[in-house]
């Protein structure tokens, strides 16, 4: 089913009694080509490339839950590519163009919306800082601009300007950043790999791999046994549970992240603005909500659900930059559970165990990278090596002390 303005006026006229569920539900078959374990946003792109660019239709995304029921339906949807580093710049950048195509792509309305993103400054080391992530952006071909308080102040008025402990010093914009509806990101992949032939297979929990000679034969489930030649686990919060199955072990740590919505507003906040001083991030949806959200709740876990300390911060946060929050009604908060590496920067590699390929290690950004993680996901399952743009991603970075760390932060899970 192709989705239109004409059909969409179509149904309207009869009732929108003519839309078809958006993917086969399916039930397992005794061997794949590739099976992808974990139906969010990152596992269903893999397998929409993997059936569309590389020839493979054989391929099963198996899902605990439902799908869209993970982070790529929890985040706050901003997407960037304002990376500094070179192991990381380029693949954000690739997802950022994935991103841009995405909707006819898919044939689906992700709601894209590039409506910029404005990483506020407070000091001269930060603005030296930003100054630098902007040059190293703007030499890998992205766009990056700088504002000064004015330019700033012309752009969010209702910012605390006059009265701020952390005073306004300037910018970094980036404006083809900005958000995009993320369950129908999980949506628009399921729909179209399903489309390709794809089993997406919900409520199916992988609980154990067969792994003979050193090489992976098939995952044991709630749903039987099912065989595969190859198997990416994409599985974010999830993934050190799911790969000890397979005893293999990772430089990942859980933590719950959470996100919070206000009533709707009116048109208010016209993009994605950071908060330097503090860690505060926030967006209006096209309902009008406040989005927002800050720091790592602080304690591993892998429950859903954050705590009321985390939730004060946040809203002190944003409070200091902007007062006028405080007027606003919270509706809802929620969390997830981050996969955060050592260094902040993602995994995408083979393991010691023959057929097993991993995914993860997104921390707090990883629905930004969901195109271009898929992209070289499927690249490496189906070619078995690492696509050049994500070649840095690889475990070995850790026993080589080659390590990402996008935020010069070290080995602190909890601060990146
Ligand atoms: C509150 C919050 C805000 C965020 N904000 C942003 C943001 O603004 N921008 C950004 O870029 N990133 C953000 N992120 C991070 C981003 O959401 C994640 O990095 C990304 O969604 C992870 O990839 P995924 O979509 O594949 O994960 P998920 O959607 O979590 O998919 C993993 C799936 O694996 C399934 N699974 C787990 N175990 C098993 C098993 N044993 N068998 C089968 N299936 C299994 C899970 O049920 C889940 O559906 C945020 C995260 C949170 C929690």
Redesign the pocket.
Known sequence: MDFSGWRVLREGLRGHTGWAPLWRAATPKKHYDVLI?????????TAYYLAKYHGLTNIAV???????????????????SNYLLDGNQPFYELSLRLWEGIEQELNFNAMVSQRGVLNLFHSDAQRDAFRRRGNAMRMHGTDAEWLNAKAVRQMAPFLNYDNARFPIHGGLLQRRGG?VR?DA??WGYARAASALGVDIIER????GFDVTNGQVQAVE?SRGRIEADRIGV?????SS??MRHANVRLPIESH????FVTEGLKPLIPGVITYGAGHF?ISQSDKGGLVF?GDLDGYNSYASRGNLPVVEDVCEGGMSIMPMLGRARLLRS??????MSMDGSPIIDRTQVGGLYF?GG?????????PA?GWVFAHLLARESSHPTASAYRFDRFAAGAMIDEKGQGSTPNLH
């Open positions: 374990v974990g139906g969010g946003g990152h596992g269903l792109a198996l899902e605990k839950n439902w799908v869209g029921g993970g982070n790529v339906g929890r985040n706050t949807t901003i997407i960037r958000t993320h990101v999980a199916c929990e992988v609980q489930t994409a599985v974010a919060g999830y549970e799911v719950v992240l959470q996100a991030y959200g929620w969390g997830g559970v981050v996969d995914n997104w921390c707090y950004g990883g629905f930004k990278a969901t993680s």
